[in-house]
């Protein structure tokens, strides 16, 4: 059985990794555009967004925060050389004035490049990192930096990761826990706060709702049209089973 610190140690791994062999040497690499520092991780992408689901952090965010003023999309040029089409609607938006825009696009390029070594790995890895946001910007990375992983992003927009997840954050399907710790535990509830299901990993699911089965390697659950909530703890990120879950 996999563990989360395992998948969270391996995008360390490959971060240094990178951080040695510097970025992809495809010509479409931030060097080309005269890149010269990374620059802090862009936002977490991931689908607790939706709806009213909460990641185990805590609950919804207390409101919006202040964002320094970004750069015109008109004024985004790099020291050196020029920027692909593709390399300038990633940066649209997301170049803080005073910084660098090569330094921004490096960090999107890192993020594609973990996804390339994530995905060699195992798949199902990668999405999870998506899902849980250790691996962050990883959705305007992959629509304009690296198309070839978007399936990734799409499929990840469909998964949960840890916490409780209610309202038009719930979809009814089949899912599969990725690298869930011994602790792992989940509940659906329904109306009224009826528990339709439940169960840990290791074990059948409880309850008269959706059944749940484990394996050595994977708990699944099935979460029905009349659940209101789910949630779940220490399962680290949940995908579906099949493209619809």
Known sequence: MR???????????????????????DGNGPEAAGARSPAASGPVAGPSAEGTS??????????????????PADRITPATGSFTKKQ???????VPVGMDPAAVLQTGQETC????????????????????????????????LCTQHRELAVEAALGYPDGTHTGKGLRP???????????????????????????TSGSRSSGSGPSGAASAERTRITVPEAARAFTSTGCYAWLPEGKAG
């Open 3 to 25: 563990h989360p610190f395992l998948a969270g140690a391996a995008v360390v791994v490959m971060t240094a990794a990178l951080a040695a062999c510097g970025s992809s040497a």
């Open 54 to 71: 909460t990641g185990p952090a805590g609950g919804p965010s207390a409101g919006p925060t202040s964002e320094p003023p970004k750069v």
């Open 88 to 94: 300038k609607e990633y940066l649209v938006d997301r």
């Open 113 to 144: 490049d973990r996804l390339g070594y994530l995905v060699k790995a195992d798949r199902d890895t990668a999405v999870a990192a998506i899902v849980t946001g250790e691996i962050a910007g990883a959705k305007p990375a992959v629509s304009h």
């Open 173 to 199: 399907g089949r899912y599969r826990a990725v690298s869930p710790t011994p602790d792992c535990s989940w509940q659906i509830t329904g109306a009224g706060g009826k528990v339709l299901g439940s169960g």
